[in-house]
């Protein structure tokens, strides 16, 4: 039998301007004692918290499930999503009332973003006197964020101004931004892969960062050879389980920098391209550009790098087109569908390749054993959009998924319809309760949401 041997929590792998947070281990002593003081071992494990956007709505007919409770039906967006039924539940009938004009005209796309994670109004502006609230997940951060690393990350697909009139009179911040760390201070999303990724594994000497680039690109080194020396002499010590663990770790981290090194190669082959390093080129860029980010996230869950995190696959009033699913229009210009048929299907396909990208992460994080669950089970997803129907440009009976077991505090596998008008601050508010926070409200929050145990 291996020699007992235990490890700190905040043990990292170094070498030359790296550090790699390594995943939880049975070496790591306060786990292993937490786990054999519970009846539950899930409840031992840390809760994670991860906010994911998508623009413009959704063709709700092919979102919302015809059944409510546990034996729901999947409609053609949710179709991907089925492998996680018992993971998953579909909440319909939350609303942001705050995310609605209130007297200040047009701009639903501004205030969508900006009141998705705060549940405050916007003020609407084009200046520097930019104002909404404290989003979900920076409160969380206020609270928890010494406990890691990071105390947040935030990422993003795509790309808009930080300033400027975006929509009708708002700042171009408001669309940019859902994550607010203060009512007039947004924290923008990272979205090139390769500054993530540098970000999660660099030590903060930036001396020794810029030597280590330096060092890698010129002898073509994975960030794994600076740490290799360290990493066989923590495997010398562990159990084969730990071993086993830490190499699938290792493997996980270099095929994402492995992704991100062929999206810069194919980027800079482009002479006429003037693209991010790092960021996926070609037809199906974006899909690899989402799975990347998706990656990113579960690994700095996976190492307790960050507990809270947020996603913008891309800004509300976004009209990319999606020409890997032969949808040449732009999304924006198809969500003002005038209730055509063609259009509405064009939405739903949007929709549904979002959907499939989402279950692509919970695969992810499903896969990654953690006591006697998974990674997925000690995290709380939330999945959805500001605005409900993208030719209606409403934010009541919004398309809300919410993922994961939070550490055992959730009941998966249903579909809930709420009271109309319910805030989805509610949801916020129910988070955070079971992250060990505890605040009276978030934004218009008018109590908790006791369904989802």
């Given amino acids: ?155 993003g697909c795509e790309g808009n101004r930080q300033a400027g009139n975006c929509d009708s009179g708002y700042s171009c911040a408001y669309q940019a931004n859902i994550s607010w760390k203060a009512e007039s201070t947004p924290m923008p999303p990272e979205i090139d ?22 060092r890698r690109k010129r002898y073509q080194k994975s960030i794994l050879d600076f740490v290799r020396e360290d990493a066989k002499q923590l495997q010398s010590n562990l159990g084969y389980t730990d071993r086993r663990k830490l190499d699938e770790y290792l493997t996980a981290v270099r095929e994402v920098e492995q992704r991100i090194e ?40 996976q190492t307790d790098t960050t507990r809270i995190s947020t996603l913008m696959i891309a800004f509300d009033g976004s009209n990319r087109s999606y020409k890997n699913i032969d949808i040449s229009e732009g999304h924006h210009e198809l969500s003002h569908h005038a209730d055509e048929e063609l ?41 959805g959009s500001g605005i409900g129907d993208g030719n209606a440009h409403n934010h009541d009976n919004l398309p809300v998924l919410f993922a994961g077991g939070g550490g055992g505090t959730i009941q998966g596998g249903r579909h809930i319809r709420f009271k109309k008008e319910t805030p989805m601050s509610n949801l916020y508010l129910s988070m955070l309760e079971r992250m060990g926070i505890a605040v009276d409200r978030v934004g218009d929050s008018t109590g908790r949401l006791r369904e989802l145990s």
């Fill in 1 to 155: 039998m291996h020699k007992k041997w235990h490890i700190p929590r905040r043990t990292f792998l170094r070498g030359l301007g790296t550090a790699m947070a390594l995943p939880l281990l049975e070496a790591m002593s306060p786990v292993t004692q937490l786990i054999a003081a519970s009846a539950d071992p899930k409840k031992s494990f840390p809760k994670r918290m991860a906010f994911v956007y998508v623009p413009n709505g959704v063709n709700m007919v092919d979102w919302t499930p015809t059944k409510v409770g546990a034996d729901f039906d999947f409609p053609y967006i949710l179709e991907p999503l089925k492998p996680f039924q018992k993971d998953l539940l579909v909440l319909s009938g939350l609303a942001h009332d705050k995310a609605r004009p209130h007297g200040d005209g047009a701009g639903d796309h501004a205030r969508a973003s900006a009141t998705f994670l705060t549940g405050c109004q916007a003020r609407k502006t084009q200046g520097v006197d930019i104002k909404v609230g404290i989003s979900v997940d920076q409160l969380a951060a206020q609270k928890i964020g010494n406990e890691t690393r990071f105390s947040s990350l935030e990422l």
């Fill in 193 to 214: 892969p390769r500054l993530v990724f540098e970000r999660l594994f660099a030590n903060n000497d930036s001396g020794e960062i810029s030597e280590k680039s330096i």
């Fill in 262 to 301: 062929k999206a810069e190669r194919f980027a800079t082959a482009l002479p006429d391209a003037k693209r991010p390093s790092g960021i996926p080129s070609g037809i199906d860029g974006f899909e690899k550009h989402m799975r990347l980010m998706y990656d990113l996230q579960a690994l700095a869950f």
């Fill in 343 to 383: 259009k509405k299907k064009k939405i739903a396909k949007i929709n549904h390749f979002h959907s499939t990208q989402f279950a692509y992460f919970l695969e992810k994080l499903k896969s990654i054993p953690e006591g006697e669950g998974t990674l997925l089970d000690h995290c709380m997803i939330v999945y």
